[in-house]
């Protein structure tokens, strides 16, 4: 490739980079909102199963998701790259065929369960990536609003992933309705611990999920509930100092007008005896 065609493919390379960060930030507050709705009809799906008009707006919202997608995709310049930092989204948009197409259908007659329940676990783990990517978009990916809201979305959507797992475990305990599953997810979140442990791989996949995300935040939430309490001592410590200083500074402003009412009286003592001398010698010696 000679030298002008590298400058022109470097410059088309920047016009694309250009036209696609300006869709992404026209795109963002929608393509926000699509993804909580997303979120949320996940969990229904998942506890209460869908009515045809969720499924229908489920449907949508997977077809604006896959126009999205293919479009960024056609802009961006290093395709190969852009399919790697965004496999998981692939994955997550691919599943939703099974139920459109009835392919899920074909699965259950073939007696493979465990690969529906399979696909399953990669939906949630696909949504919470959906997720983490709505919330870096909206909050940015640091600070402690952050953490706390994508710690409430990791649990609602764990929640929802082990009441489907283990809801219905012929073996041993299940998690009988959403709230318990709700409950047991929090407990584990915020390494509490429970007496309750997964019974299917789905499930016990999720939860180790669940535990790394656990482990990685409480390390984390500690030391910026550490750093917010030592930055409170430093403070106090600050302000203590600042008003010692200043009592200090007020004593000596006092200490010094005490020396100057000490002199003034003496002042006044000389004029008073100097007074009466001169009276006296008034009185003795008259004109």
Partial sequence: MSENSQIETQALNSE????LKQIEDQLE????????GWLALLVVEFIWGLSPFLETLGTVIWIIFILDFALKFTLAPHKPDYLKANWLTVIALLLPALRVFRIARAVRLLRVARATRGLRLVRVI?????????LGQTMGRRGFGYVLS???VVTFIGAAG???????????????DYGTALWWTA???TTSGSDFWPQSAEGRILCFILALYAFTIFGYV??????FFLDRDAENAEAEVVGQKAIQ?????ITALREEVRELAQSLDSNRVAAESLEADTSIHPS
């Fill in 16 to 19: 694309r980079l250009a036209l």
């Fill in 162 to 176: 082990m009441y489907a797992f283990e809801s219905d475990n012929p073996s041993g305990p299940n998690l009988p």
């Fill in 187 to 189: 407990m584990l979140v």
């Fill in 150 to 152: 994508l710690t409430l």
């Fill in 249 to 253: 500074s007020l004593h000596a402003e």
């Fill in 222 to 227: 500690t030391a910026t509930l550490a750093t």
């Fill in 29 to 36: 507050v929608p393509m926000v909102v699509l993804g909580f």
């Fill in 126 to 134: 696909g949504s919470l990536n959906r997720g983490m990517r709505a």
